[in-house]
C-alpha cells in the first residue's frame, strides 16, 4: 500500500484547492515558520480521524475550517482527501484506488466518505485497524512526540508496541468483551432483584387471588338475586303509575271549565280597563297643562328678584366711581408740583458734574508725565538687581560645592574607619562560623542516626496496623453477613407474624371466630411443625382439614357455630379432641418411604388427633417418576417428596406444585422457630463485636504510639541542621567576599579624598572673586536707590489725587441719573391718573341707561304675573270635574279583577292538584329509572334482558329479599380484594417463569464471555512477547548503528507476570556515559534513541507511510547525515514524508515541496524535483 497523494482545501490556512503528490520515496517538506507546513501533517491526522483539538493546535474542532483574510471572505467548509495504492492488498477492499475523505460545516455538521461514498468513522478506522495507519500511530511523529515516547506521556510507548504487534483488535475486542460482561453481570443483578421482588409478590397474589374467585361467586349469586328483586319492584311500579295517568285526566278537565270563566271576566276587564286609560291619558294632559302654568309663574317671579338685585347692583358701582374719580384729580394735581422742583434740581446738578470732569483731566495729564519718569528709572534698578541675584546665585553655589566637598572628605574619612573597624570583628565571627560549621555536621550524623531508628520502628508499626486492619475488615463482614441474616429473619418474623395476626388465607368464618370466639382454641394448621423438605407434602395430604378447629369437647364446637349463625359468617368445622383415643400406632416400614407421622412436631395432647389424620400415610425419600407412586399397596397413602401427587385408597390426585405450596403448615411453631434463630443470630453478632471492640482498641493503641510524628520531628529537625550549615557555609563565603570589598573600599576612599582637597583649594579662589564684585554692585544699586525713591513717591501722591477726582466725578454722576429716573417716574404716573379717569366718567354714563331699562322691563313682568295667577285659578276648577270620573271608572275595574282571582285560584288549586299527582308519577318513574340505572351500574345489566335462573325463579319476594340481604352483608364485610389478581397471578407467573429462562440464558453468556476474555488475553499476549522479543533485537542493532557498536541499550517489561498492561522501560547507554534515567541524555541523543525505537518497530511492521515532523531539529550534521542514511535505507519499504529546516535533510529528498504564503494568512505550496542535481556529501571528511 502506498500514499498517493493528498488533496486540502479551506482547511486552516489553505483556502484553495491543494494537491500534493507522494509519488516518490521521500519527500521533504520545507518553508518559513508559520507558513503552514505542519498543517499538512495536521490535515492528514485529521482526515484519518483524530478527534482531539489539542493534537491538532485547536480549541475547537471548527476552527480547522479557513477563518478568512483582510482580502479574503471565510470557508464555508474544510474538507480534506487522501488517496492510497492498495498495491499489496493490505486494506480489505476490492478496489486499486482508495481513497478517505472528511468534510465539516460551519454549521457543525461533519461528513466521512470512502471513495466519495457516505460512510462513519468506525468504518474507516475499522478499515486501517493494524496497518500501521492511523490518527495516533506511529507513522506520524512531531518533534514534541519524541519527548512523549521517551516520557511514556500518556502510555505513548505502549500504543505504539501493540500498533506494531497487531493487537490493537484484539484489546478492543477484549474492551468490548469486559463492557459485554460488566453488562451481563449488571443485568443478572438486575434479574436476581426482579425475580425475589416477584417471587415475594406470587406469594401475595395468590393468596388474593384465591380469595378474589370466591367473592365473584357470591357476586354472581347476589347479581341474579338482586336483579329478580328489581324486576319485581319495576312492574309494580308501572301499575301504579297507570291508576296515576286516569285521575291526572279528570284534573285537566275541570281546569278548562275554569279557564272558559276566566276568559269572560279578563274580556270584560280590559273593555273598561281601556276606557280608563283613555280617562287616565285626559287628566294627566290637563294635569301637565296646569303644572306648565304653575312652572311660568315661578319663572316670572325669579327674573323680576334678578332684575331688582341687578339694579341695587348698578347703583353701587355708581358711587364707588365718583369717588375714584375725585382721588385721580387730587393725585395728577400733586404729582405735576412734584415735576417743577425735579427739572430745577436737575439744572444744578449738571453744571456741578462739568465742574469736577475738567478738574479730573487736569490731575491725569500731571499722573502721565510723572509715570514716563518712574518707568525709564525702574529699568536701570532693574538691571542692578539682576546682576545682584546672579553674582548671590555664584557665591551661594560656590560656598556650597565647598561645603559638600569638606563634608565627603570627612564621611570618606569617617568609612575608611568604619571599614577598619568592621575587618576586625569580621576576623573573630569568621572564627566562631567554621567552629559552628563542625558542630552542626557532628548533629547532622547524630540526627540521621535517630531517623534510621524510628523509621524501622515505624515500618514494624504499619505492618502491625496493615494485620489489624485486615483482621478487623474480615470481622466487619462477618457481622455484616450475620446482620443481613438476622434482618432477613426478621422480616420474615414481622410478615409470618402480621400474616397469623391478621389470619390472611383463611375464610371469613374463621378470622370471625379469631376476633370474637375464643383465641386460645388453635386451628390445625398452627399445631403441626415438620422441616420445611416436607411441608408441601403433608400440607397437600391435610389441605381440606388444615383450617379445622380443635376442640375439647362437643359443646364448644356448637357455641362456636351457634355464633357464626347469628352473625350470617359462614360455615367452620372442628376435630373434637375427646372423640379420639390415646393410642398411637407403630406405623409399617416401607422400604424408599417415610411415615408422615414421624415427620411431623406436635404437642402431645393433639398426637391422637395427628395419628389418625396421617396413620398409613408415607412420604417418599426421594422425588421418582409419577408412575412409581402407583406400585405401593392401597392400604397405605403415599405422597411424592414434592407433593405434586398423591395416591389414596381408589384414588390419585396430583399435578404443578404452587410457589407458596407448603408456606401454610405450621405458621406460629414456625414463628416461634424464628424467634429463637433470632437470638441466637444476636447473640453471635454481640460476641463478634467485642472481638471487633478488642481489634479497634489495638489499633487505637498502635495509633496512639504513632511514630510518624517522631520521624517528621526528626527529618524536619535533620532538615533544619542541613538549612542552618547551608546558611552558615553561604555566610563564611559571603564573610570572604566582604572582606574584600571593604579592602578595596578604603583603597578607593583614600584616592577621592586627595581629589577632594585639590577641588577645595580651586574653588576658595573663585569665590574671594565673587565677593569682591559682589560688594562693588552694592555700593552702584544704593545710589541709584535714592533718586528712584524720590521719584515713586511723587508718582504714588499723584496717583492718590487723580483717583479721589474720579470718586468725585462718579458721585455727581449717580446723583444726576437719580433726579432724571424720578422726574420719568412722576411723568408715568400723571398719564395713568389721566387714563382711569376718562375710563371712570364712561362707566357712569352706560350705569345710567342700564338703570332706566331695567325699570321698564320689572314693569312689564310684573303685569305678565298678574294674568298668569287668574288662568291658574280657572284650571285647577277643570281638574277637579276630571278627576272625579277617572276613580269612578277604575272602582268598576277593581271588581272585574277580584272576580279573576277567583277563577285562578281555582284554577291553581285544581293544577297544584294534578301536580301533585304528576310528581307521584315522576317519582315512580325516577324509582324505576333509578331501580334501572342501579342494576347497570351494580350488576352491569338491564332489567328488561334479565332471565331468573331455576333457583331464584320460584321464591316469594321476601325470601328474595333476605337471600340479597344475606350476600349483600357477606360481600359488606369480605374486605377488599383485588378484582385484577387472578388475571395479575397468571400474567406475573409466566413472566416469573420467562424470567427465570432470562437468567439461564445471561448465566450461559457470562460464562461464554469469560471464556472469549481469557482467549483473547492468551492470544494478545503470546503475539504482543513475540514482538516484544524482535522489537528488542532490533532496537540494539539500530540503535548501536546509530552511535557506536560498544554502546549498550535495552527494552525491558517491568511487570512480565502482566506484559499486555504494564510500562516498557528504555535503557540507552552511550560509550563513556552511565545515564541514571534516559531524561539525563541530551537532545539530540534523545533524538536518536527515540528514532532507533521507531525504526526498530518498522522492521517488524513496515508503516506503509512515515511524517517526521522537524524531528530532525535537535540534531548535529554528522547525525543528520545518520538520521538521512537510514531513511533512505528504509525508503525501499515505506514512503517517507519529511517536514525539515535543515538544509542536508533537504538535499536528500527526491521531491521536495515548498510552502510558502502569497498572500498573508493563505498557504500555496510548490515543487522541485532534488534527482535532476548532483549531490555532494559536504562532511564526508568528517565522518572518516
Given at each position: 500500500m502506498?500514499?498517493?497523494?493528498?488533496?486540502?482545501?479551506?482547511f486552516k490556512?489553505?483556502?484553495?484547492d491543494?494537491?500534493?503528490?507522494f509519488?516518490?520515496?521521500v519527500?521533504?517538506i520545507?518553508?518559513p515558520?508559520?507558513?503552514?507546513?505542519s498543517?499538512?501533517v495536521?490535515?492528514?491526522?485529521?482526515?484519518?480521524g483524530?478527534?482531539?483539538?489539542?493534537?491538532?493546535?485547536?480549541?475547537?474542532m471548527?476552527d480547522?475550517?479557513?477563518?478568512?483574510?483582510?482580502?479574503?471572505?471565510e470557508?464555508?467548509l474544510?474538507q480534506?482527501t487522501?488517496?492510497?495504492?492498495?498495491?499489496?492488498?493490505?486494506?480489505?477492499?476490492?478496489?486499486?484506488?482508495?481513497?478517505?475523505?472528511?468534510?465539516?460545516?460551519?454549521?457543525?455538521?461533519?461528513?466521512?466518505?470512502?471513495n466519495?461514498?457516505?460512510?462513519?468513522?468506525?468504518?474507516i478506522?475499522?478499515?486501517?485497524?493494524?496497518?500501521?495507519?492511523?490518527?495516533?500511530s506511529y507513522?506520524i511523529?512531531?518533534?514534541?512526540?519524541?519527548?512523549?515516547?521517551?516520557?511514556?506521556?500518556e502510555?505513548?510507548?505502549?500504543k505504539?508496541?501493540?500498533?506494531?504487534?497487531g493487537?490493537?483488535?484484539?484489546?478492543?475486542r477484549?474492551r468490548?468483551?469486559?463492557?459485554?460482561l460488566?453488562a451481563?453481570n449488571?443485568?443478572?443483578a438486575r434479574?436476581?432483584?426482579?425475580?425475589?421482588?416477584?417471587?415475594n409478590?406470587?406469594?401475595e397474589l395468590e393468596?388474593?387471588?384465591?380469595r378474589?374467585?370466591?367473592?365473584?361467586?357470591?357476586?354472581?349469586?347476589y347479581?341474579?338475586?338482586g336483579?329478580?328483586?328489581?324486576?319485581?319492584?319495576?312492574?309494580?311500579?308501572?301499575?301504579?303509575?297507570?291508576?296515576?295517568?286516569?285521575?291526572?285526566e279528570?284534573?285537566i278537565i275541570k281546569?278548562?271549565?275554569?279557564?272558559v270563566?276566566?276568559?269572560?271576566?279578563?274580556?270584560d276587564h280590559e273593555?273598561?280597563k281601556?276606557?280608563?286609560?283613555?280617562?287616565?291619558k285626559?287628566?294627566?294632559?290637563f294635569?301637565?297643562?296646569v303644572?306648565?302654568i304653575?312652572?311660568?309663574i315661578?319663572?316670572?317671579?325669579?327674573?323680576?328678584q334678578?332684575?331688582e338685585?341687578?339694579?341695587?347692583l348698578?347703583?353701587?358701582?355708581q358711587?364707588h366711581?365718583?369717588k375714584s374719580?375725585?382721588d385721580a384729580?387730587s393725585?395728577i394735581?400733586?404729582?405735576?408740583?412734584d415735576i417743577l422742583?425735579?427739572?430745577?434740581?436737575?439744572a444744578?446738578t449738571?453744571?456741578?458734574?462739568?465742574?469736577?470732569?475738567?478738574?479730573s483731566?487736569?490731575?491725569?495729564?500731571?499722573y502721565?508725565?510723572?509715570?514716563s519718569?518712574?518707568?525709564?528709572?525702574?529699568?536701570?534698578v532693574?538691571?542692578?538687581?539682576?546682576?545682584?541675584?546672579?553674582?548671590?546665585?555664584?557665591v551661594?553655589?560656590?560656598?556650597?560645592?565647598?561645603?559638600?566637598?569638606?563634608?565627603?572628605?570627612?564621611n570618606?574619612d569617617?568609612?575608611?574607619?568604619?571599614?577598619?573597624?568592621?575587618?576586625?570583628?569580621r576576623t573573630?565571627?569568621?572564627?566562631?562560623?567554621q567552629?559552628e560549621?563542625d558542630?552542626?555536621?557532628?548533629?547532622?550524623?547524630?540526627?540521621?542516626?535517630?531517623?534510621?531508628?524510628?523509621s524501622?520502628?515505624?515500618e514494624?508499626?504499619?505492618?502491625?496496623?496493615?494485620?489489624?486492619?485486615?483482621?478487623?475488615?474480615t470481622?466487619?463482614?462477618?457481622?455484616g453477613?450475620?446482620n443481613?441474616?438476622?434482618?432477613?429473619?426478621?422480616?420474615?418474623y414481622?410478615?409470618?407474624?402480621s400474616?397469623v395476626e391478621?389470619?390472611?388465607?383463611?375464610?371469613?368464618?374463621?378470622?370471625?371466630l379469631n376476633q370474637n370466639?375464643?383465641?386460645?382454641v388453635?386451628?390445625?394448621?398452627?399445631?403441626?411443625?415438620?422441616?420445611?423438605?416436607?411441608?408441601?407434602a403433608?400440607?397437600?395430604?391435610?389441605?381440606?382439614t388444615?383450617?379445622?378447629y380443635?376442640?375439647?369437647?362437643?359443646?364448644?364446637?356448637?357455641?362456636?357455630i351457634?355464633?357464626?349463625?347469628?352473625?350470617?359468617?359462614?360455615?367452620a368445622?372442628?376435630f373434637?379432641?375427646?372423640k379420639?383415643?390415646n393410642e398411637i400406632?407403630?406405623?409399617v416400614?416401607?422400604?424408599?418411604?417415610?411415615?408422615?407421622?414421624?415427620?411431623?412436631?406436635?404437642?402431645?395432647?393433639y398426637?391422637?388427633?395427628?395419628?389418625?389424620?396421617?396413620?398409613?400415610v408415607?412420604?417418599?425419600?426421594?422425588d421418582s417418576q409419577?408412575?412409581?407412586?402407583i406400585k405401593?399397596?392401597?392400604e397405605?397413602?403415599?405422597?411424592?417428596?414434592?407433593?405434586?401427587?398423591?395416591?389414596q385408597?381408589?384414588?390419585?390426585?396430583?399435578?404443578?406444585?404452587g410457589l407458596?405450596?407448603?408456606?401454610?403448615l405450621?405458621?406460629?411453631k414456625?414463628l416461634?422457630?424464628?424467634?429463637?434463630?433470632?437470638?441466637?443470630?444476636?447473640?453471635?453478632?454481640?460476641d463478634?463485636?467485642?472481638?471487633?471492640?478488642?481489634?479497634k482498641?489495638?489499633?487505637k493503641?498502635?495509633?496512639?504510639?504513632?511514630k510518624q510524628?517522631?520521624?517528621v520531628?526528626?527529618?524536619?529537625?535533620?532538615s533544619e541542621?542541613?538549612?542552618?550549615?547551608?546558611?552558615?557555609?553561604?555566610k563564611?563565603?559571603?564573610?570572604?567576599?566582604?572582606?574584600?570589598?571593604?579592602e578595596?573600599?578604603?583603597?578607593?576612599?583614600?584616592?577621592?579624598?586627595?581629589?577632594?582637597?585639590?577641588?577645595?583649594?580651586?574653588k576658595s579662589?573663585?569665590?574671594s572673586k565673587?565677593?569682591?564684585?559682589?560688594?562693588?554692585?552694592?555700593?552702584?544699586?544704593?545710589?541709584?536707590?535714592?533718586?528712584?525713591?524720590?521719584v515713586s513717591?511723587?508718582?504714588?501722591q499723584?496717583?492718590?489725587?487723580?483717583?479721589?477726582?474720579?470718586?468725585e466725578?462718579?458721585?455727581?454722576?449717580?446723583t444726576?441719573d437719580?433726579?432724571?429716573?424720578?422726574?420719568?417716574?412722576?411723568?408715568?404716573?400723571?398719564?395713568?391718573?389721566?387714563?382711569?379717569?376718562?375710563?371712570?366718567?364712561?362707566?357712569?354714563?352706560?350705569?345710567?341707561s342700564e338703570?332706566v331699562q331695567?325699570?321698564?322691563?320689572?314693569?312689564?313682568?310684573k303685569?305678565n304675573l298678574?294674568?298668569r295667577?287668574?288662568f291658574?285659578?280657572?284650571?285647577?276648577?277643570?281638574?277637579?270635574?276630571?278627576?272625579?270620573?277617572y276613580?269612578?271608572?277604575?272602582n268598576?275595574?277593581?271588581?272585574?279583577?277580584?272576580?279573576i282571582?277567583?277563577?285562578?285560584?281555582?284554577?291553581?288549586?285544581?293544577?297544584s292538584?294534578?301536580?301533585?299527582?304528576k310528581?307521584?308519577?315522576?317519582?315512580?318513574?325516577?324509582?324505576?329509572?333509578?331501580?334501572?340505572?342501579?342494576?347497570?351500574?351494580?350488576?352491569?345489566?338491564?332489567?328488561?334482558?334479565?332471565?331468573?335462573?331455576?333457583?331464584?325463579?320460584?321464591m316469594?319476594?321476601?325470601?328474595?329479599?333476605?337471600?340479597?340481604?344475606y350476600?349483600?352483608?357477606?360481600?359488606?364485610?369480605?374486605?377488599?380484594?383485588n378484582p385484577?389478581a387472578l388475571?395479575?397471578?397468571?400474567?406475573?407467573k409466566?413472566?416469573?417463569?420467562?424470567?427465570?429462562?432470562?437468567r439461564?440464558?445471561?448465566?450461559?453468556?457470562?460464562v461464554?464471555?469469560?471464556?472469549?476474555i481469557?482467549?483473547?488475553?492468551?492470544?494478545?499476549t503470546?503475539?504482543?512477547?513475540?514482538?516484544?522479543?524482535?522489537v528488542?533485537?532490533?532496537f540494539?542493532?539500530?540503535?548501536?548503528?546509530?552511535?557506536?557498536?560498544?554502546?549498550d541499550?535495552?527494552l525491558?517489561l517491568?511487570?512480565e507476570n502482566?506484559?499486555?498492561?504494564?510500562?516498557?522501560?528504555?535503557v540507552?547507554?552511550?560509550?563513556g556515559?552511565?545515564p541514571k534515567?534516559?531524561?539525563q541524555?541530551?537532545?539530540?541523543?534523545?533524538?536518536?534513541?527515540?528514532i532507533?525505537?521507531?525504526f526498530?518497530?518498522?522492521?517488524?511492521?513496515?508503516?506503509?507511510f512515515?511524517?517526521?515532523?522537524?524531528?530532525?531539529a535537535?540534531?548535529?550534521?554528522?547525525?543528520?547525515?545518520k538520521?538521512?542514511t537510514?531513511?533512505?535505507?528504509?525508503?525501499?519499504?515505506?514512503?517517507?514524508?519529511i517536514i525539515?529546516?535543515?538544509?542536508?535533510?533537504?538535499?536528500?529528498?527526491?521531491?521536495?515541496?515548498?510552502?510558502?504564503?502569497?498572500?498573508?494568512?493563505?498557504?500555496?505550496?510548490?515543487?522541485v524535483?532534488?534527482?535532476?542535481?548532483e549531490?555532494?556529501?559536504?562532511?564526508s571528511?568528517?565522518?572518516?
Amino acid at each position: 500500500m502506498r500514499l498517493k497523494n493528498l488533496e486540502i482545501k479551506g482547511f486552516k490556512s489553505f483556502a484553495d484547492d491543494t494537491v500534493i503528490h507522494f509519488n516518490e520515496a521521500v519527500t521533504g517538506i520545507v518553508g518559513p515558520n508559520g507558513s503552514g507546513k505542519s498543517n499538512i501533517v495536521d490535515a492528514i491526522r485529521w482526515v484519518l480521524g483524530e478527534q482531539k483539538g489539542r493534537e491538532l493546535r485547536l480549541e475547537h474542532m471548527v476552527d480547522v475550517i479557513f477563518n478568512g483574510t483582510k482580502k479574503r471572505k471565510e470557508a464555508p467548509l474544510a474538507q480534506v482527501t487522501l488517496t492510497f495504492e492498495n498495491t499489496k492488498n493490505l486494506l480489505p477492499l476490492d478496489y486499486h484506488n482508495i481513497s478517505i475523505s472528511r468534510l465539516l460545516y460551519r454549521s457543525g455538521e461533519s461528513e466521512y466518505r470512502l471513495n466519495n461514498v457516505t460512510c462513519r468513522l468506525k468504518d474507516i478506522t475499522s478499515l486501517f485497524l493494524d496497518t500501521g495507519v492511523g490518527s495516533d500511530s506511529y507513522a506520524i511523529i512531531a518533534l514534541g512526540m519524541v519527548e512523549d515516547i521517551l516520557s511514556n506521556k500518556e502510555n505513548a510507548r505502549r500504543k505504539m508496541f501493540e500498533q506494531a504487534a497487531g493487537i490493537s483488535k484484539y484489546k478492543a475486542r477484549k474492551r468490548e468483551s469486559i463492557n459485554k460482561l460488566k453488562a451481563t453481570n449488571e443485568d443478572l443483578a438486575r434479574i436476581e432483584d426482579l425475580l425475589f421482588e416477584i417471587n415475594n409478590n406470587l406469594v401475595e397474589l395468590e393468596k388474593q387471588a384465591k380469595r378474589t374467585k370466591k367473592y365473584f361467586e357470591m357476586r354472581d349469586k347476589y347479581k341474579s338475586t338482586g336483579l329478580l328483586l328489581a324486576h319485581i319492584s319495576v312492574q309494580r311500579l308501572k301499575e301504579k303509575i297507570q291508576g296515576l295517568n286516569t285521575q291526572i285526566e279528570a284534573e285537566i278537565i275541570k281546569v278548562q271549565d275554569q279557564e272558559v270563566l276566566l276568559h269572560q271576566s279578563e274580556a270584560d276587564h280590559e273593555k273598561f280597563k281601556k276606557s280608563h286609560l283613555d280617562q287616565e291619558k285626559n287628566l294627566g294632559d290637563f294635569q301637565r297643562k296646569v303644572n306648565e302654568i304653575l312652572d311660568s309663574i315661578r319663572l316670572t317671579e325669579s327674573e323680576i328678584q334678578i332684575k331688582e338685585q341687578k339694579k341695587l347692583l348698578i347703583k353701587n358701582q355708581q358711587e364707588h366711581v365718583l369717588k375714584s374719580s375725585m382721588d385721580a384729580k387730587s393725585k395728577i394735581e400733586v404729582l405735576k408740583q412734584d415735576i417743577l422742583l425735579i427739572e430745577t434740581e436737575i439744572a444744578k446738578t449738571t453744571l456741578e458734574v462739568d465742574k469736577v470732569n475738567a478738574y479730573s483731566s487736569g490731575l491725569g495729564l500731571e499722573y502721565t508725565e510723572i509715570q514716563s519718569r518712574y518707568d525709564g528709572l525702574k529699568i536701570g534698578v532693574d538691571q542692578y538687581y539682576a546682576q545682584k541675584q546672579q553674582l548671590e546665585k555664584q557665591v551661594f553655589d560656590l560656598e556650597k560645592e565647598i561645603a559638600i566637598q569638606l563634608n565627603q572628605y570627612e564621611n570618606f574619612d569617617a568609612d575608611t574607619n568604619r571599614n577598619k573597624d568592621e575587618l576586625e570583628q569580621r576576623t573573630n565571627e569568621f572564627k566562631s562560623i567554621q567552629q559552628e560549621i563542625d558542630d552542626s555536621n557532628k548533629r547532622i550524623q547524630d540526627i540521621q542516626v535517630v531517623i534510621a531508628d524510628i523509621s524501622k520502628a515505624e515500618e514494624e508499626r504499619q505492618a502491625t496496623l496493615v494485620t489489624l486492619r485486615s483482621q478487623i475488615d474480615t470481622q466487619t463482614q462477618k457481622i455484616g453477613e450475620i446482620n443481613r441474616r438476622k434482618d432477613a429473619k426478621k422480616n420474615e418474623y414481622e410478615l409470618l407474624k402480621s400474616m397469623v395476626e391478621k389470619m390472611e388465607g383463611f375464610p371469613e368464618s374463621i378470622r370471625f371466630l379469631n376476633q370474637n370466639w375464643r383465641k386460645d382454641v388453635p386451628v390445625l394448621t398452627d399445631l403441626i411443625y415438620t422441616d420445611e423438605k416436607y411441608r408441601s407434602a403433608i400440607e397437600l395430604y391435610l389441605e381440606s382439614t388444615l383450617n379445622y378447629y380443635v376442640v375439647h369437647s362437643e359443646s364448644e364446637a356448637v357455641h362456636a357455630i351457634r355464633l357464626l349463625f347469628s352473625n350470617a359468617k359462614g360455615k367452620a368445622n372442628f376435630f373434637i379432641l375427646d372423640k379420639f383415643k390415646n393410642e398411637i400406632t407403630e406405623p409399617v416400614v416401607i422400604p424408599g418411604c417415610i411415615s408422615a407421622y414421624s415427620l411431623i412436631e406436635v404437642d402431645s395432647i393433639y398426637k391422637p388427633l395427628l395419628n389418625y389424620l396421617l396413620k398409613d400415610v408415607y412420604i417418599q425419600e426421594h422425588d421418582s417418576q409419577l408412575e412409581d407412586v402407583i406400585k405401593f399397596p392401597d392400604e397405605v397413602s403415599v405422597i411424592s417428596l414434592s407433593g405434586s401427587i398423591v395416591k389414596q385408597k381408589n384414588t390419585i390426585s396430583g399435578g404443578s406444585v404452587g410457589l407458596f405450596e407448603g408456606k401454610k403448615l405450621g405458621r406460629k411453631k414456625h414463628l416461634e422457630k424464628l424467634e429463637q434463630d433470632i437470638k441466637v443470630l444476636e447473640s453471635e453478632v454481640l460476641d463478634m463485636d467485642r472481638a471487633l471492640t478488642y481489634l479497634k482498641n489495638e489499633q487505637k493503641k498502635f495509633d496512639l504510639i504513632n511514630k510518624q510524628q517522631e520521624l517528621v520531628a526528626a527529618r524536619k529537625q535533620e532538615s533544619e541542621y542541613l538549612q542552618r550549615l547551608a546558611q552558615i557555609s553561604t555566610k563564611q563565603q559571603h564573610f570572604n567576599e566582604l572582606k574584600e570589598r571593604i579592602e578595596l573600599r578604603i583603597q578607593d576612599n583614600t584616592e577621592k579624598q586627595i581629589t577632594l582637597r585639590k577641588n577645595q583649594e580651586e574653588k576658595s579662589i573663585d569665590l574671594s572673586k565673587a565677593k569682591s564684585s559682589y560688594q562693588e554692585l552694592i555700593n552702584s544699586i544704593s545710589q541709584s536707590d535714592q533718586v528712584f525713591d524720590k521719584v515713586s513717591l511723587e508718582l504714588s501722591q499723584s496717583a492718590a489725587a487723580f483717583n479721589q477726582s474720579k470718586l468725585e466725578v462718579m458721585k455727581w454722576q449717580n446723583t444726576l441719573d437719580n433726579i432724571t429716573k424720578d422726574l420719568e417716574y412722576k411723568t408715568r404716573q400723571i398719564d395713568e391718573s389721566s387714563r382711569q379717569l376718562d375710563h371712570d366718567l364712561k362707566n357712569l354714563n352706560n350705569q345710567e341707561s342700564e338703570l332706566v331699562q331695567l325699570d321698564l322691563d320689572l314693569m312689564e313682568l310684573k303685569k305678565n304675573l298678574e294674568d298668569r295667577f287668574e288662568f291658574k285659578k280657572n284650571m285647577e276648577a277643570d281638574l277637579s270635574s276630571l278627576e272625579q270620573e277617572y276613580y269612578t271608572i277604575r272602582n268598576t275595574i277593581s271588581e272585574y279583577e277580584g272576580k279573576i282571582r277567583t277563577a285562578q285560584r281555582n284554577i291553581s288549586d285544581i293544577q297544584s292538584m294534578t301536580n301533585s299527582l304528576k310528581d307521584q308519577r315522576s317519582e315512580f318513574n325516577y324509582r324505576i329509572q333509578s331501580s334501572y340505572e342501579k342494576a347497570m351500574i351494580e350488576f352491569n345489566t338491564n332489567i328488561d334482558d334479565f332471565v331468573p335462573d331455576q333457583e331464584t325463579e320460584g321464591m316469594e319476594e321476601e325470601q328474595l329479599r333476605d337471600r340479597a340481604m344475606y350476600y349483600k352483608v357477606r360481600l359488606d364485610n369480605y374486605g377488599e380484594i383485588n378484582p385484577l389478581a387472578l388475571e395479575a397471578y397468571e400474567e406475573m407467573k409466566t413472566r416469573f417463569d420467562k424470567i427465570q429462562e432470562q437468567r439461564l440464558d445471561i448465566q450461559t453468556a457470562q460464562v461464554s464471555l469469560l471464556e472469549t476474555i481469557k482467549e483473547i488475553e492468551e492470544t494478545a499476549t503470546a503475539n504482543f512477547l513475540m514482538a516484544f522479543n524482535q522489537v528488542r533485537v532490533h532496537f540494539q542493532d539500530v540503535f548501536r548503528s546509530l552511535f557506536t557498536s560498544d554502546d549498550d541499550c535495552d527494552l525491558i517489561l517491568l511487570d512480565e507476570n502482566d506484559p499486555l498492561e504494564c510500562d516498557i522501560d528504555i535503557v540507552a547507554k552511550p560509550k563513556g556515559k552511565r545515564p541514571k534515567s534516559i531524561h539525563q541524555l541530551s537532545g539530540g541523543e534523545k533524538t536518536l534513541t527515540a528514532i532507533a525505537l521507531l525504526f526498530s518497530l518498522y522492521l517488524l511492521k513496515p508503516a506503509p507511510f512515515c511524517i517526521f515532523d522537524e524531528v530532525d531539529a535537535p540534531l548535529d550534521d554528522i547525525n543528520i547525515e545518520k538520521f538521512n542514511t537510514i531513511i533512505r535505507k528504509f525508503s525501499s519499504d515505506s514512503q517517507f514524508i519529511i517536514i525539515t529546516h535543515n538544509k542536508l535533510t533537504m538535499a536528500e529528498v527526491d521531491v521536495l515541496y515548498g510552502v510558502y504564503m502569497e498572500q498573508q494568512g493563505i498557504s500555496n505550496v510548490a515543487a522541485v524535483d532534488f534527482r535532476k542535481y548532483e549531490h555532494d556529501v559536504v562532511l564526508s571528511g568528517m565522518e572518516n
